[in-house]
T-cell receptor, first 111, second 110 residues
Framework: QQQVKQSPQSLIVQKGGISIINCAYE??????FPWYQQFPGKGPALLIA?????SEKKEGRFTISFNKSAKQFSLHIMDSQPGDSATYFC??????????FGGGTRLMVKP | EAQVTQNPRYLITVTGKKLTVTCSQN?????MSWYRQDPGLGLRQIYY???????DKGDVPEGYKVSRKEKRNFPLILESPSPNQTSLYFC?????????FGQGTRLTVV
């Protein structure tokens, strides 16, 4: 039973377009929501994170939108570039260091 | 350079032959963990350690063992590997809520 559900599993976007990846969670005790980016042959690396006391966080072309009442959060990649092609994982944490990950989204940005 | 180092990167083994995947971090982090990555399932935590000699089970601990005798090292042991343990394994160390991952070990059990 996955506590964090991520969609879509794969996504193809044209260069310059907007990539949107969605996640939903069950456990209301989660209080930290990071996104990790993973390139082929590499380990995941922290991309951006948000806490539930804010509804949006933006870092460059990457934005997290958070809807606490719906228990959903999403990653938006504006002006998507071929270099953004990677697998993205949403995650959630409740106290301590244990992260619960979504199933991952493989993003391909076509030139 | 701050890093988490796993070895080996690739391993093919036979059912039942004990193996160890090593993990070492140079960031002096107290918290370390092991994950396995399978298509569609994301990363699932196998074991974690909050400090030396303190380890605990994650979500999928069956068939695995760990030890934490030194702060920097956190090996993953498969005493009798089975084909359902074929997967991509990641070690991570954490500072606060941020996890730093190694480059992964692709294990195939035949």
């Amino acid at each position: 039973q996955q506590q964090v559900k991520q969609s879509p599993q794969s996504l193809i976007v044209q260069k310059g377009g907007i990539s949107i990846i969605n996640c939903a969670y069950e456990n209301t005790a989660f209080d930290y929501f990071p996104w990790y980016q993973q390139f082929p042959g590499k380990g995941p690396a922290l991309l951006i994170a948000i806490r539930p006391d804010v509804s949006e966080k933006k870092e460059g072309r990457f934005t997290i939108s958070f809807n606490k009442s719906a228990k959903q959060f999403s990653l938006h990649i504006m002006d998507s570039q071929p270099g953004d092609s990677a697998t993205y994982f949403c995650a959630a944490n409740n106290a301590g260091n244990m992260l619960t990950f979504g199933g991952g989204t493989r993003l391909m940005v076509k030139p | 350079e701050a890093q988490v180092t796993q070895n080996p990167r690739y391993l093919i083994t036979v059912t039942g032959k004990k193996l160890t995947v090593t993990c070492s971090q140079n960031m002096n982090h107290e918290y370390m963990s092991w994950y396995r990555q399978d298509p569609g399932l994301g990363l699932r935590q196998i074991y974690y350690s909050m400090n030396v000699e303190v380890t605990d089970k994650g979500d999928v601990p069956e068939g695995y063992k760990v030890s934490r005798k030194e702060k920097r090292n956190f090996p993953l042991i498969l005493e009798s590997p089975s084909p359902n343990q074929t997967s991509l394994y990641f070690c991570a160390s954490s500072l606060g809520l941020r996890a730093f991952f190694g480059q992964g070990t692709r294990l195939t059990v035949v």
